[in-house]
Every structure is written in C-alpha cells, then in structure tokens.
C-alpha cells in the first residue's frame, strides 16, 4: 500500500471498468465522434442529454462511491430532466480542451492573513493609541491623494482625446466636404485608414510587446485582483503608461470603443502605487516609516478597491456609483470603514476633475464639467402605466442583445487564443480593424446618408449664389425648432448671417459647430445634412449625446436599424483586440440606437406617449450595457447620476434587472467570460450548490512538503526552488511518527506525485481494490466520514506527523538570507513559525471549507485527521475547481481540469 501511494499516478486506460470520469455509457464509435469534435464547442450537447441517461448516471456515481448516511441527503428532489452534473477535470477527447472548463495553476493568491510568529508578536509590542491614530489619518490622507490622483489622470486623457480627435476629424473633412460624387471618396477614405491605422499601430505596440496586462478595459484583471489573485505586472506603472497612453491612441484611432472601462484601470494601479508609500529617486529609495503598515496586501486591496470606485467616479461624474460599482463588480472583501474610504476619494475625484476642467474651459466657478461622459440634462422626463410593459420588453431585448454580444466576443476570442498568438499578428489584428472601422463608418455615412433639412434654414431665400443677407440659423445639440425672426431668436441656437459666412466660410452652411460637431452634407442637397454623420463623424459620447437629445424626427428608422447591426458587430469585433479599450461607451451607443428605434415607433403608433424620445433612448442603452455586463444597481446609479434626474430610476432598475435575467439565462457577462477563458480561480461569493457530499479530503492536495522545527539550510533551499511549492509550508512535530517521511524523502515524494496534485477530482481518489471496499466497509460502520476520508484510514497514506505551524516562503527567504556561517548545516525555524495556522478536518464539507476560505481571505488551508496529523493541504486553485451554474434552466456542477 505504501508503494502506491508513492508511484506516480498510471496513465488513463479508457477501457478501464474503473474508469473515474463519470459520464455516460457510451459505444465506441460515440467516442470516436466526441474525439473528432472541434475544441471550441461549447458544452450544450452534454449538458442536453436525456432525463434517463442522467438518472443512470447520478444513481451510478453513488453507488460507486458510496457516501455513507449522506445518501438520502444526496438524492435529488427534482425531475432528472432538471438537473446535470457534469465534471470534466479527465474527461475524454475534446471537451477537455474547452477554454471556459480549464484553470490555469500559474495564478497565486495574496496572503491576507498575518502570520503570528514571535517577530511579528514583538513588532506589536510597539502598537499604542497614538500610532493607531496616525495610522488612520495617514489612510484617509492616501484615500485623499487617491482621487487627486486619479482626478489627473482623468484630465489628461480626456484632453488629449479631444484634441487628437479634433485633429483627425478636421484633416478628414478637409478632404470630404466638398466630394459629390463615389469617385471622390478614394482620397479621404485612404487619409482616414491611414490616420486610424498609425494611431492603432503605436498604442497596440506599446501595449503588445511592453504591457501586455494593459490590453482590454482592465476590469476583468482588476476584479480578479480585489478577489485575491496576484497578477505580477497589473498594477506596474509601465502597465498604467501603456493602459492611458493607449486608450487615448484607441478612441482617437476610431475603434468602437470607450475609455471610461480603462479609466477604472487606470485608478486601480494609481492606487496601489500610491499605497507602496515610496519614492524613488535614480538608486535612492525613500520610505516613510509611518506607512509601513500599509505595504500589506490587505491594506493594498483596499486602497485598489478606492482607486477603483475612484476611476468610475471620474468617468461618469457618478461618486455613489462608483462606490456601488466597486462593491458590486469588484470588491470580494467589504467593510464599513472601507466603504466610507471608497466614497471619499471617488468624492475627491469628482471635485477636482469637475475644478480642473472648468478652469480649463474657461469657466471655474460654473462647475459644469464632473467627468469624462455626461448624458446631459434630459429635461422633464416622466412615464405612464402603459408603458412599463414597454421598459420590461426592452429589458427583455437589451439582455438578448447583451447575449449575442458576448457569444460572439466568445467566439472572436477562441479565433485569436488559436490562430492569433503571435504578438506581431495581434498588432496587425488591431491594425486591420482601425482600417475596416473608417471603411465602414465611410460607407454608412455614403451609402445611407439619412438626410435631414438644416433646421432654421428657408431654402428658397438662401443659395450660395445669392448675395443677399437673409438671416437663418442651425439648432445646436437640443434640436429645437426655432422661429427665423431675430428677435425670437435664444440662446440655445447658433445664427449666421450671410455677412459673417462671406467672410468666414464663403457662404458655407456646412463645417464645425462648436457644441454639436460637424454639419456633414455628403451627397445631401443643399440645406440638408447627413445625420448618420451625427453619429459616425465624432466620438461614441458625440453620437450617444446627439442620440439622446436630437428630436423624435432626427433619424429615420432603416438607416437607424442598419447602424445597429454593422456597430454591433464592430464592437463585437474590437472587444479583446491587444489594445486599451472599454466596452461601456460602445455598448451604451449601441443600446441607444435601438432604444431610439422603439421610441420613434412607439410615438409613432401611441401618440399619447408623448414626444420626449430621450427615456426609451436611455433605457435601451441602460438595458444594453446591463445586458452585457450584468451590472445592476450600480449602473441605475451612474445613469441617474449622469442625467441628474432621479425620476427615471424605476425604469432603468427594472429593465437592468429583467436584462440580467435574461442573458444570465444564456452565458454569463462579459467580464466573468473572459476570466473564465484565462483559467483565473475566481471565487465567487457562494460556494456550488448541492456539494455537501464532497469532502475536504477529496478537494485537498497530497502529498504536501513538510518542515520540521529545525531544518537544514540545503533542504530549505531545495524547496524553495521547488515548482511544486504552495508558497508556505506545514511545520509539523518532532516526535517520530511511523506513517511520516522526513527531509529529502518528503521532497521526493511530492515530485514523484506531482500529477495528483492539481487533478484530484470527485471519484478518483475511490478506485479501491475488493479487499480494501471490504475493509472500507467495516470502518464506514464505525465512524462517518467521506471515501477518501475511509480509504486513508485503511491504505494509511502518508501522513507528516501532529502539525505544530506554519512557515510562508517568505520566510524561508530571509531565513536562507540572514543564515550564519555556523548555523549553515541546521536553523531553527520556531521564531517564524505561525503556530495557530487554520486547518480543517479531512471530513469536512466543500461548503464550509469554502466559506472559511474564502471569507476569511486565506491562501492556505490545513488539512489534519483526527489525530491532528498533516494530510494534505488546500489553496485557491483546488476549491476553484468546483464550479456550479445554471444553463437556460438547468444546474451543472463541474469539476475543471487544472492545467500548467
């Protein structure tokens, strides 16, 4: 027995009666089919196999494992058709190989937890009230800089967007506004690919082949961050240069994108630079004495979580939903305290970015500016009973679209993970689509130009071969009809007279309108303007803006409906290229396109609605972004604090949550997909249902290296250098024990197991021989427990002695370090040792293992039997193994296969 428990593990024999991979029955040309099968499917045809099949299996699985008295616990209570357990760590052929059904065991946590050994109960010996007080002001004065901080960043991106784009768009009209005719295009449409393609060309390198982390909106990486993952070069200050610099080469290169999801990026790493405490300067360092509390990783944790809430506050002018954005999308650990913190710096950032860019503007004290997208004030917006139905239906419809949205993105991604892994390719990648998005945006605004008449222009008094002086005028961005008289004449319009157009413009209705952008004619005739120019010939918060306020007549419903699938894809498309990018502004336009659509047909066919298009304008861009991202309350939040009225709340929550449901029904957000394409051991906030029959010996990690209280310095160093290490080892007694191994013999012998480590699954630790059921049996008749638990105490496997701590790697680091010349050949461990480390029963349930886990932020969990000995021991990687979801109704359970 013991000689098994030492060989490494045999290969698969698929023919094998004792086959683990639990699954159904199936006949060899079957398998040969699933072989043959594309990697990229997705798992629908397994988790639609028929109610019997399901049954045979589930009531199979038991009997061959055999749960002593939790059987009637574990019997379902629903129709077989209503549920699915599905575990894929070894299953056959291709489904193995299927990106969502993997993790990656490169991923480590942080280490929340303190270690109580002698040197830190001496370093707390120092704590006294004062130090705790100056300690909490140094938090809030960081939390303070935060926002400062982040504030800036804001600033300069949105400026430079502005000006870059400013100067593409006036080098491309240049070009294009005097061309009638197809034959004119070649020119203006070249300039504009190539502007596009060189602004893509250097953001994509930068972020390609320097700051790889920097590719995307962030969020995804950044919530994996505040869970308790470490991803070395996330929060660098290259990976921030990379992630601004990009974003603003991005927007301006004409990709469908938006900055606000890097923003909340940039905030995170501002954040956690900011809470190093340090300053540097060419060799010399310095770091304040009074924040070294705050180098942990739980201090860390924190300040991102501010910087965070910081970035959407900056975006948005929304401090309340940032604050919720973080708690809802970001944060795993919550605290009041942290919660009052969040808030004071994303009220910092909304302060100074609102000052510093109305002084810039030229109006300081008007405080209009309160972050990088504003939807404007609506104006007096209100709805009736009727339409309520109206706003579940769009709900309905946004989660459909959000749906379609992140399978294709799937899809997209699975392409580039196979074919597009060189990082030349993924530049070029980026490159063609800058190209194909001018080629596009040129043909829409050509070929279905939707043209409009000039509003406040007479066409029969005014042509530009006339010299006369007949005044006319062109609404701004609120797109209301205004008399010709002078003196009816208000603020909100801008007027021209042929005086002022001889002399500026030569009798040119057309060019820029500060406020509203370029008046594009294209083919229209004179006096009319191209209005799918609106939207196109300017960033996405232009063309969002002008969709929400334009008038109810502005667009037609055909060019509108053709300008929503071509974006749709578009967006699609460019979400995942290797450059800084966000989904919020894309999606939002999108929504908003077909909001428009159901207002203009609602209004059209229900004239007591009303005329004030902008509601369904902004529940369906609400209700798209919901779709795709699943986001909630806090994105009810950012709409409302963005409009600056409260009364549409309802709404918007109502169709948001009826959009949640419905793509949750299909596939998750778009955020969780592409952690789960990494393979990142997420932990969600609850553990997979219907597991309490999974125990802790069956989830855990055996063999594992052990330590002694007095090591030698060589095998200290082997360990330490060992790939198979957990980052902290269990210290256990120094009593001899006879089931125990010690020295280089432990060391061997999780290198020659090292394929059990990552792989331990559900059933395949129950492969007992008839003899060893039989003695399983009489032990299952004196104590519960779980198979695994029993096979242990009959096989007697390897077990390391009564656990006295725990030792980091850390430790082990300066220990080797600081070692002595004659104490070389042995040390003394004890003085690092934590001696109150968390261990666990190897009987103890997967839920209760995961709630101490997880809640209490750790990065090791001991595992002991009852006589206290080490059996195993547990990290992210094994309790993130064991996934539960629904699929358009149905539960699944899956147990992933862990890959190097």
Request: a negative charge; proline letters at 5%.
């Amino acid at each position: 027995m013991e000689k098994d428990s030492t060989e490494p593990r045999k290969p698969r024999d698929d023919n094998d009666d004792n086959n683990d991979t639990f699954q159904s029955n199936r006949t060899g040309k079957e398998d040969n089919e699933e072989r043959e099968s594309d990697d990229d499917d997705e798992d629908d045809d397994d988790r639609s196999d028929g109610g019997r099949n399901e049954r045979k299996n589930y009531e199979k699985f038991h009997q061959r494992v055999r749960f002593p008295s939790l059987d009637s616990a574990c019997t379902p209570t629903r129709k077989p058709s209503e549920y699915k357990l599905v575990f894929t760590s070894e299953k056959k052929g291709a489904s193995s190989e299927k990106p969502r059904k993997r993790l990656n065991a490169k991923f480590n946590s942080f280490t929340y937890s303190e270690s109580e050994n002698v040197e830190f109960l001496k370093r707390h010996q120092y704590v006294n009230p004062q130090s705790i007080r100056r300690l909490a002001v140094v938090r809030w004065l960081m939390n303070f800089l935060v926002g400062f901080y982040v504030a800036l960043i804001a600033i300069a991106v949105t400026i430079c967007t502005k000006y870059l784009t400013a100067a593409k768009l006036a080098a491309v009209y240049a070009l294009i506004k005097d061309c009638r005719h197809p034959e004119c295009l070649v020119l203006p449409t070249f300039v504009w690919m190539a502007i596009n393609m060189t602004l893509i060309l250097i953001g994509s390198y930068f972020v390609t082949f320097h700051a790889p982390l920097a590719a995307g909106s962030g969020i995804p990486n950044v919530k994996c961050y505040l869970n308790g993952i470490r991803m070395p070069g996330l929060m660098s200050l290259r990976t921030l240069a990379a992630k601004a610099g990009g974003v603003i080469l991005s927007v301006a290169g004409g990709l469908a994108c938006g900055k606000e999801g890097p923003m909340i990026h940039s905030g995170a790493i501002c954040a956690s630079g900011l809470a190093r405490a340090e300053l540097r300067c060419g060799k010399r360092t310095w770091r304040p004495q009074v924040c070294d509390p705050l180098r942990t990783d739980e201090e860390r944790r924190d300040f991102v979580a501010a910087g965070a809430a910081s970035g959407v506050s900056a975006a948005f002018g929304s401090p309340v939903g940032g604050v919720l954005f973080s708690l809802e999308e970001g944060t795993s650990f919550v605290k009041q305290m942290l919660t009052w913190r969040m808030l004071f710096s994303s009220m910092t950032a909304c302060l100074v970015l609102n000052f510093l860019l109305s002084a810039i503007y030229g109006h300081p004290e008007d405080m209009s500016h309160p972050g990088l997208v504003s939807f404007g004030h609506i104006g007096e917006v209100s709805f009736r009973t009727f339409e309520i139905p109206l706003f579940i239906l769009m709900g309905t419809f946004g989660g459909l679209t959000g749906a379609v949205f992140v399978h294709l993105n799937y899809r997209v991604t699975l392409f580039r993970r196979k074919y597009v892994t060189n990082p030349w390719l993924k530049v070029a990648e980026a490159v063609f689509v800058a190209s194909c998005s001018a080629v596009m945006f040129v043909t829409l605004i050509y070929v279905i130009p939707d043209c409009q008449p000039i509003r406040g222009f007479n066409v029969t008094s005014h042509s530009p071969s006339l010299g006369n002086d007949t005044t006319y005028v062109i609404s701004d961005e609120s797109g209301t009809q205004e008399p010709e008289d002078d003196d009816d004449v208000t603020s909100s319009t801008t007027q021209f007279s042929n005086q002022s157009l001889d002399e500026e413009e030569g009798h040119d209705l057309y060019g820029f309108r500060e406020g509203h952008g370029y008046v594009f004619q294209g083919f229209c005739p004179y006096g009319e303007h191209n209005r799918m120019a609106d939207i196109l010939f300017k960033t996405g918060e232009g063309g969002l803006h002008a969709l929400l306020h334009e008038p109810l007549d502005e667009w037609r419903i055909v060019p509108l409906f053709v300008l929503f699938v071509v974006y749709h894809l578009l967006a699609t498309w460019t979400y995942g290229l290797s450059v800084s990018s966000g989904v919020f502004i894309p999606s939002l336009l999108i929504g908003a396109i077909w909001g428009r659509i159901v207002g203009i047909a609602v209004m059209t066919y229900i004239p007591s609605a009303g005329t004030n298009v902008a509601k369904y304008v902004l529940v369906g861009a609400a209700a798209n972004l919901g779709g795709a991202t699943r986001m909630t309350l806090s994105l009810t939040v950012i709409v409302i604090e963005c409009t600056g009225d409260i009364t549409f709340g309802v709404p918007i929550m109502l169709a948001l949550i009826v959009a949640k449901w419905t793509g949750d029904y299909f596939n998750p957000g778009i955020y969780d997909l592409h952690i789960e394409i990494q393979g990142i051991p997420l932990l969600p906030w609850e553990p997979p249902a219907m597991s309490y029959a999974i125990k802790a010996s069956e989830v855990m990690t055996s063999p594992v290296t052990c330590l002694r209280s007095r090591e030698s310095i060589e095998m200290l160093q082997s360990i330490l250098h060992s790939p198979y290490s957990h980052n902290g080892y269990p210290v256990v007694s120094n009593e001899p024990s006879i089931t125990s191994a010690s020295g280089f013999e432990r060391f061997a012998l999780n290198n020659n197991n090292n394929n059990n480590n990552s792989n331990g699954g559900l059933d395949k630790k129950c492969r007992l021989s008839a003899e060893e059921k039989e003695e399983e049996e009489v032990s299952d008749t004196k104590e519960l427990g779980s198979p695994r638990a029993a096979e242990m105490r009959v096989k007697g496997d390897k077990t390391y002695g009564r656990l006295f701590g725990f030792l980091h790697t850390k430790d082990i680091e300066y220990i080797i370090a600081n070692a002595s010349a004659e104490n070389k050949d042995e040390v003394d461990l004890e003085p690092f040792i934590d001696r109150t480390p968390y261990s666990i029963h190897l009987d103890t349930s997967l839920p209760r293992v995961f709630k101490i886990f997880r809640g209490l932020g750790l990065r090791h969990l001991i595992v002991v039997n009852d006589r206290y000995q080490v059996v195993g021991i547990i990290t992210r990687v094994n309790l993130a193994r064991y996934r539960g979801e629904m699929h358009k109704g149905n539960f699944v359970l899956e147990e992933l296969k862990v890959v190097n």
